[in-house]
């Protein structure tokens, strides 16, 4: 399937049909989020969510009837990385002669995505020679992702020399090599300001 985004919304369509030969009476659908998906919605079937299970209760599906269709929105959180696999069991009270064939899974690759932006001011003006300037670099993440192992290079300008720098979240600290200072920020939240 196509990749997820951590901080989204994904949308799962679920199908499910009775190919018989007999009508399968009190079917359910059920789908147990993983780690980081959180239920919002569904449609097509009266469908409850408790914690990370979704049960969706379709009665009865008569034999060879069309296929049903439930789509459940989830939202996918920020922080989520690595491959997200979901999968969805329908059962009935109806013995089933082919039960293999009741359970399918969606095993989808995430794909952060993290608008990290950046704004840069002096906070000496005018500059006398010989006294110390200050800069502010001021930046955020507008996500919808975690953004990972952030840096913030700035190369001084000529005349210059880097004294100090300090970072406003996490850990984060900064070094100089020659005219480029470069503040290791580690992890940047959607919506985390940083200075």
Do not use: H, W
Request: with cysteine; hydrophobic share 35%.
């Amino acid at each position: 399937g196509s990749a997820v985004t951590p901080g989204g919304q994904r949308t799962y369509r679920i199908r499910v049909s009775n190919v018989g030969p007999s009508d399968a009476d009190n079917v359910l659908v059920t789908d147990v989020l993983p780690s980081g998906l959180t239920f919002d919605s569904a449609t097509g079937a009266s469908c409850t969510a408790v914690g990370q299970t979704i049960t969706c209760s379709l009665g009865t599906l008569v034999a060879g009837a069309p296929v049903m269709m439930i789509t459940v929105v989830v939202i996918v959180d920020a922080s989520v990385t690595g491959p997200v696999s979901n999968t969805a069991t329908v059962i009935s009270s109806t013995p089933d002669p082919e039960p293999l064939n009741n359970e399918a899974t969606s095993q989808d690759p995430s794909a952060p995505a993290a608008d990290v932006s950046l704004t840069k001011t002096d906070l000496s003006d005018p500059v006398l020679a010989g006294t110390q300037l200050t800069y502010r670099l001021t930046g955020s993440n507008a996500g919808p992702s975690t953004a990972r192992s952030v840096v913030v290079s700035d190369t001084l300008p000529p005349g210059t020399s880097f004294v100090a720098g300090t970072v406003t979240i996490g850990t984060g600290s900064c070094t100089a090599s020659g005219a480029t200072v470069s503040c290791s920020l580690g992890t940047l939240l959607p919506g985390a300001p940083l200075t």
